[in-house]
């Protein structure tokens, strides 16, 4: 047990605790609890990684990620998607919708209905913006997080939240953000099915991916975090080139590092087309055919491949979180019992004393009374002879 407890604070000082968290407000009871927690230590397989790189205009969220999973135990299938608050205000509930396609139909088969809310305990893991400091028993499970009953501005939730699919295959899964109702009482109906549409790099002709690896800054950053497509922005968020949404005052992509005016300067079709002619104009000599081929098949990205990856990624992800799950509820145990061995010590101990001072106590009151009586038994030998005597 000693040896398993202190694996678990190794585990919590090289990685962090996982933690659920506690909703200001908000009680939970026992038997929810315990849900939320046997949903966090699922073996969950990843069935398929969805792609949400398209952002939506005039939206106050993002869906930063989407894919189906299995419990290998029971297989049961269900959706899991990340989304982030890119709003200003503070959100209290958002509902959103799955549309499941079948076969050939253009029409969905299925919709399942599904809101994000404190009070039905379903925004999940939360990550804010930026990291709070947090507490000693806070870092080491040994004590609930507190958080707001709304996710705040910058704040990406929904992570752990499993909605339950009817079937393990679907020919296509569309995510409807239907309407956000905001802590000020304001709600904004939505209905927004799918963003604005991108440019994959992968769709240029060869020319002029040659004229972006020309242009391009960031060469030790395409092998951990190469292009996928040309870069976009909005009012509220932009989409770096290497696919990730990035809030609008982020100067600086949060999973690449590249820098956000750069792109939107440089990687459009036209600014390519013009680094393109300046090529040709100069008589590149490395400006041949096979050159052209080996720069694009070096930038190009095998969809199939990145999928596969990513799908590995998240399932691991997935099982380090029901690792650390497990490890917190074996160290919470532990800490109980070391609790009441603690407990039953000092009592123990305190009975301990107790009985040594009474019976100490009862020692000395014995010694002192048969002193008394020896002393008495003494000074009756010592008194003089009676007057009857002598007669």
Not at 283 to 290: C, E, I, L, S
């Amino acid at each position: 047990m000693l040896a398993i407890f202190l694996d678990n604070v190794y585990n919590r000082l090289k990685r962090g605790c996982l933690r659920l968290v506690r909703t200001e407000g908000i009680k939970l009871s026992r038997k929810e609890k315990q849900k939320l927690r046997e949903d966090l230590i699922r073996p969950l397989r990843v069935i398929e990684y969805l792609d949400f790189s398209r952002i939506y205009e005039d939206c106050p969220v993002e869906v930063l990620e989407g894919y189906t999973v299995t419990d290998k135990e029971t297989n049961e299938v269900f959706g899991i998607f990340k989304i982030q608050n890119t709003s200003k205000k503070n959100i209290k509930a958002l509902t959103v919708r799955l549309l499941l396609y079948e076969g050939n139909s253009n029409i969905p088969t299925k919709r399942i209905d599904w809101v994000y809310s404190a009070e039905k305990h379903s925004f999940g893991i939360r990550k804010p913006l930026k990291e709070e400091k947090q507490s000693f028993l806070v870092r080491w499970g040994l004590k609930d997080e507190v958080v707001p009953a709304y996710i705040r501005p910058g704040e990406s939730f929904g992570e752990s939240m499993l909605i339950k699919l009817p079937y393990s295959y679907c020919r296509k899964m569309e995510f409807e953000i239907r309407s956000v109702e905001y802590t000020d009482g304001e709600k904004q109906d939505i209905k927004i099915v799918s963003g604005k549409k991108y440019t994959a790099f992968k769709e240029l002709d060869e020319d002029l991916r040659y004229a972006y690896s020309k242009l391009n800054i960031y060469m030790r950053n395409e092998e951990a975090h190469p292009i996928k497509l040309i870069p976009q922005s909005t009012n509220t968020v932009w989409l770096c080139c290497c696919g990730t949404k990035n809030l609008a005052e982020s100067d600086k992509c949060v999973s690449c590092g590249r820098d956000k005016n750069w792109q939107l300067n440089n990687l459009t079709e036209s600014t390519l087309n013009e680094e393109l002619n300046k090529i040709r104009n100069s008589h590149d000599p490395y400006y041949v055919h096979r050159h052209r081929v080996e720069a694009g098949k070096q930038l190009q990205i095998e969809s199939e491949e990145e999928r596969i990856k990513k799908a590995e990624a998240v399932e691991k992800a997935l099982a380090n979180v029901a690792k650390q799950e497990q490890n917190r509820k074996d160290g919470r145990q532990i800490v109980v019992l070391l609790s009441i061995l603690l407990v039953l010590l000092y009592i123990i101990g305190t009975v301990t004393v107790w009985m040594v001072r009474e019976f100490s106590t009862n020692d000395k009151t014995e010694m002192t009374e048969s002193v008394t009586d020896n002393n008495e038994e003494g000074e009756d030998n010592k008194k003089p002879p009676s007057d009857n005597g002598k007669e």
